[in-house]
């Protein structure tokens, strides 16, 4: 079957990324990397995701926004994204804040962030917009979303989850009719509006939207021209459209990508060092609800050239092993006993120590007899003989960040502090 007839709308839509953000509640994991940068799922960026569903989608045109501390990032989508060929009509875009409208502008919103490169997007005259975040995790068939877009007759149509009332005082909210037009927004309300039908239920924005493309740029030049507006998608052009234009809600649960019949909608705001340590846990479970192993919606990477991982020695005591884990490739557990774990690539993990729900980053060298129990430890940390983490909470909150739900994020400045 030709797949091309397959995604009519997708192969003349321009996927725009922002991945601007810092993502400070991810404390001193994004100190030197942006959040769409983080590590995620033992070999991924968060980034991975939304980038993947533009591709899975049949997008062919991407344009990815950064701002904020984004070598890492940069780095890792030169490295992993760069199959995108011009002689077949694909582009895959970089765009740093560069000054490119004003000599003292960076980008002041997201909003503004593709209002500065409009003159790039109106180059390749893609139809369709689609504005993505670049930092949640989630798989989406955007085409199913594109396709009810024209198919509404909407301006602009929003990405939305379905969510209960309690938890959307911190998110937008869409107010909606019976027929899924919007018809509020607002920003983390108090008492949010609900769905028709359903007194305990709301829709949160995504952040995701689509726009045909010569009205999306006739309202970034607008916005541009009021110098009340914050440049901002979610703070001022999405409030105004819905006042004066046609917005329509899709709601996630239609073209989510699910691991199995009647899974849940997976998507998950990693923000928090708790969120992010229990969503990459949550894949070393039976049966998680996010399928890394789904060959028909693959999450695309940096394919880093690896050796398989190792497991040695077998006495007692000093037993290589590991159990209910994901092991990366060129990890070596060496005498150690690894847990309800996820072990990114290159770890060393030696005799005598014991890793138990911990989230380990590349090139983690966990030495002899160290016991590190509910941690995430940041990249290229070398965690020192005999270190025990997570079974005193005071001990530990006098040495590392600890948060509320009592997991450690260890760095490497907070290593080198021990012995001062």
């Keep these: 079957m030709n797949r091309n007839a397959e995604q009519p709308y997708a192969r ?11 993502g400070s509640r991810l404390h001193d994991l994004t100190d030197r990397r942006a959040k769409p940068a983080v590590y995620f799922g033992g070999k991924s960026r968060i980034i991975d995701f939304a980038l993947s569903n533009a591709m899975n989608s049949g997008i062919r045109r991407i344009g990815v926004a950064t701002q904020y501390k984004a070598h890492s990032l940069i780095r890792h989508m030169q490295r992993g994204w760069n199959f995108y060929r011009a002689e077949r009509n694909e582009s895959f875009d970089i765009l740093p804040a560069s000054q490119r409208v004003s000599e003292t502008q960076w980008y002041e919103g997201t909003a503004d962030a593709v209002f500065q490169n409009i003159d790039i997007i109106e180059s390749y005259a893609p139809k369709y917009m689609i504005i993505l975040a670049g930092d949640h995790i989630y798989k989406m068939d955007y085409e199913v979303m594109l396709e009810e ?24 909210v869409m107010g909606v009719d019976k027929n899924d037009f919007v018809t509020d927004f607002l920003e983390k309300p ?7 039908g359903k007194s305990d239920v709301c829709l949160a924005s995504m952040g995701i939207y689509v726009f045909e493309t010569e009205f999306l740029i006739k309202e970034l030049k607008r916005d541009a021209a009021d110098p009340n507006s914050s440049r901002d998608f979610g703070g001022d052009i999405i409030p105004y459209l819905v006042a004066n234009a046609k917005v329509f809600a899709h709601r996630y649960t239609k073209s ?24 990459n846990l949550d894949l070393a479970t039976i049966e998680p609800a996010l399928n890394l192993y789904d060959t028909e919606w693959p999450l695309w990477t940096y394919a880093e050239i690896t050796p398989p991982a190792k497991f040695i020695h077998d006495e007692e005591g000093r037993r290589g092993a590991s159990i209910s884990s994901l092991v990366s490739g060129g990890c070596i557990v060496s005498g150690s006993h690894v847990e309800k774990s996820l072990l990114f690539t290159g770890v ?28 995430v430890v940041d990249r290229g940390v070398k965690i020192p003989k005999g270190l025990v983490v997570g079974e005193d909470p005071i001990a530990d909150a006098k040495r590392f960040y600890r948060s509320d739900n009592g997991v450690c994020l260890i760095t490497q400045k907070m290593i080198d502090k021990l012995g001062s």
């Design 190 to 196: 108090a008492d949010p509006p609900t769905v028709p």
């Design 149 to 172: 877009h024209v198919n509404s007759g909407a301006d602009v149509t929003a990405g939305c989850l379905e969510v209960p009332k309690e938890e959307a005082t911190g998110f937008g």
């Design 12 to 22: 003349h839509t321009m996927a725009y990324v922002l991945a601007g953000g810092r």
């Design 256 to 279: 989510c990508v699910r691991s199995s019949a009647g899974a849940e909608a997976y998507w998950r705001d990693v923000g928090t060092v708790d969120a992010y340590w229990k969503a």
């Design 348 to 375: 060393r993990a030696r005799s005598f120590s014991h890793l138990e729900e911990a989230v380990i980053l590349p090139h983690v060298e966990v030495n002899r007899g160290a016991r590190l129990t509910k941690v």
